[in-house]
């Protein structure tokens, strides 16, 4: 039994929203390629228009989300633009060490003690900027999973 091009472009979708987990691969980008590229094939005849358009943003935004989440809950924290981006910095480092951890463990300790050597006196601040930061980058592969696996069950009925 042949593999369709859209039962072959649903897999791939599934595949994307399964590897939001995976730290580096743009999930959110190689769905909305995805979409665009189907309907490529079929001379933009599938999905319609506004099918297209809504798969293409929903994708998009995932990959938004996987991006900013951990700055946006970093900020909500308290932690300043560039401890998050430092403790991001760190954590991609020691994800080459530690593996997936790694990313957790450095991006929560350069925060914690950025945010102890800002607040001596209160670790807690610190503590609670270190743990914002922490929920943003592993919540947003749930929110792209999420997303995507909506991408994946719209394109399915769009064109199934």
Do not use: N
């Not at 995976?22 to 319609?48: I, K, M, N, Q, R």
């Amino acid at each position: 039994m042949a593999l369709s091009a859209a039962g072959l472009t649903v897999a791939l979708l599934v595949v994307w929203a399964a590897t939001s987990f995976v730290p580096f691969v743009p999930s959110g980008a190689l769905s909305a390629a995805t979409v665009v590229g189907y309907a490529y094939t079929t001379g933009f005849a599938e999905p319609g228009l506004v099918a297209l358009l809504a798969l293409v943003f929903v994708s998009l935004l995932a990959a938004a989300a996987d991006v900013l989440s951990g700055l946006v809950s970093g900020r909500l924290g308290g932690a300043s633009t560039r401890t998050v981006v430092a403790g991001t910095l760190v954590g991609i480092a020691l994800l080459f060490v530690m593996g997936p951890i790694g990313l957790v463990v450095g991006m929560a300790g350069t925060v914690f003690v950025v945010g102890l050597s800002e607040h001596p006196d209160e670790p807690r601040v610190a503590l609670r900027q270190a743990a914002f930061a922490v929920t943003g980058v592993l919540a947003s592969a749930f929110v792209q999973a999420v997303l995507l696996v909506g991408v994946a069950v719209g394109f399915a009925l769009a064109v199934l």
